[in-house]
Nanobody, 119 residues
């Protein structure tokens, strides 16, 4: 069974930094695109950033220049470095990974980690 376990959320003041991590475990052949999404209270879940296995990245306009996504394929882990945090970054952040098991690839989600930006 595949699991995604996130860590690194918490409370931070505006302008501060946090680093999220998400590690995939279980039996699988390969991990394709990995990414981070977030959901603020009363809003829909939205894309934050994604990274392909070849390290091609994509960012939401709202985080470009402030957030950096990266991955370590040897550790099956994706990271999100969040700098210059703003109150509007407050949300539950979810890790996502497209994982190949046998001949089928499907999306898996982490349980979510709370990020709160407040003074």
């Amino acid at each position: 069974q595949v699991q995604l376990v996130e860590s690194g959320g918490g409370l931070m003041q505006p302008g501060g930094s946090l680093r999220l991590s998400c590690a995939a475990s279980g039996r699988f052949f390969s991990i394709y695109t990995m990414g981070w999404y977030r959901q603020a209270p009363g809003k829909q879940r939205e894309l934050v950033a994604t990274v392909t296995r070849a390290d091609i990245t994509n960012y939401a306009d709202s985080v470009k220049g402030r957030f950096t996504i990266s991955r370590d394929n040897a550790k099956n882990t994706v990271y999100l470095q969040m700098n210059s945090l703003k109150p509007e970054d407050t949300a539950v952040y979810y890790c996502n990974a497209n994982i190949l098991i046998l001949t089928t690839a499907r999306d898996y989600w982490g349980q979510g980690t709370q990020v709160t930006v407040s003074s």
